[in-house]
C-alpha cells in the first residue's frame, strides 16, 4: 500500500542518507574505494533483493553505485521500499567491513 506524506517523512528519517526524488522514488549513491568493491557491493543488493523481492534500479558509474526504487504497484514508496533502502545499507556496511 502506498504511503501518506508523513509516513514517507518517517520512514526517510530513519534511513541515513536516502532521498525523495520526484515524489516516487527513494535514491542514494554510494562511493567506493575501488571498482571492484563497488561490485561487491552491488552483489549484496542483489541478493538483499532477491529476498525481499524488491528489485532496485542500479547505476554503475566507476566507484560510484546508485541505486533507485519505487513500488510500481502501488505507484509510489510503499514500506517494502523503507525495507529495501535499510537492507542495502546493510549490505553496505557489511562491504565495509570486509
Known amino acids: 500500500m ?3 506524506e ?3 517523512e518517517q520512514g526517510l ?15 542514494k549513491k554510494y562511493r567506493f574505494p575501488t571498482f571492484p ?3 561487491l557491493f552491488v552483489n549484496g543488493v542483489a541478493e538483499a533483493s532477491e529476498r525481499l523481492n524488491h528489485h532496485p ?7 560510484m553505485v546508485t541505486l533507485r526504487m519505487t ?3 502501488s505507484g ?5 521500499d523503507f525495507q529495501a533502502a535499510a537492507a542495502f ?10
Not at 13 to 27: P, S, T
Not at 57 to 63: A, G
Not at 76 to 80: A, D, I, N, R, V
Open 2 to 4: 502506498k504511503l501518506t
Open 6 to 8: 508523513a509516513e514517507i
Open 13 to 27: 528519517a530513519k534511513i541515513d542518507g536516502w532521498k525523495r526524488e520526484d515524489g516516487k522514488w527513494l535514491v
Open 37 to 39: 568493491e563497488g561490485i
Open 57 to 63: 534500479f542500479i547505476s554503475i558509474d566507476y566507484k
Open 71 to 73: 513500488t510500481w504497484r
Open 76 to 80: 509510489g514508496l510503499t514500506e517494502l
Open 89 to 98: 545499507d546493510l549490505a553496505y556496511k557489511r562491504n565495509e567491513a570486509q
